[in-house]
């Protein structure tokens, strides 16, 4: 059985979801991310929107083979609410992902269990309202060849129904491929073996 090359994110960023609890407010927000850049372009965004709350606290995970995640409490006691948005990144299993709760504070405490429970309903309810999607792991390949063997490697891309991303066709050609990763070795070995093409992965 192949090693699964696919991955689950969300398609677009969530609508707003407020969680209450003892006059708190809770508002929980999802966002698709790429890279830490992506994250803070998204916190400092939310902290603009909602500048007179307490806490902004948050998780993120990125990758898919290799997985960096990254949780902050915010001035909350320690585990109260970036672990608990985590765990429910982990549970639905999703990655490329950035998860926010806002706090606004009531005046009641909540004490480590109401907020643990306040920052995890919150994160749940955002995933909720969240398309999840389904991506491939892909692999891109650089695939250089003299003008002349243009209609060879074309041929080979239509047959195969490969993914184009960017194509430089001069003198020396060079296209660039995506490819699902659970069929980059096949097509490697394709072109690989033709006559006066190179293949080099990106």
């Known amino acids: 059985m192949l090693a699964t090359d696919t991955y689950k994110t969300i398609e677009s960023i969530s609508e707003p979801v407020l969680f ?25 965004e939310l902290k603009k929107e909602h500048h007179s709350a307490r806490h902004w606290c948050y998780a993120y995970q990125m990758g898919t083979e ?25 549970s639905f299993n999703v990655t490329n992902i950035l998860i926010v709760v806002v706090r606004y504070f009531g005046g009641v405490k909540l004490g ?21 999607i389904e991506k491939t792991i892909n692999i891109e ?10 209609n060879t490697v074309m041929r ?7 993914n184009i991303i960017n194509q430089e066709l001069e003198m020396d050609c060079k296209i660039t491929i995506s490819v699902r990763k659970n069929e980059s070795e096949a097509i490697f070995e394709l072109f690989n073996r033709l006559y006066e093409i190179d293949i080099k992965m990106k």
């Open 66 to 90: 290799t997985i960096n995640y990254r949780v902050n409490d915010d001035g909350e006691p320690s585990n109260t609410a970036g672990m608990p948005i985590y765990g429910q990144i982990q």
């Open 156 to 162: 080979k891309i239509k047959e195969k129904r490969i």
């Open 112 to 132: 480590v269990g109401g907020l643990i429970n306040a920052y995890r309903t919150a994160a749940q309810m955002a995933l909720e309202t969240s398309t999840i």
């Open 141 to 150: 390949y650089l695939i250089s060849f003299d003008y002349k063997n243009m």
């Open 20 to 44: 209450k609890d003892k006059n708190s407010k809770f508002f929980g927000y999802a966002f698709p991310v790429l890279n830490e850049e992506d994250a803070k372009d998204f916190l400092e």
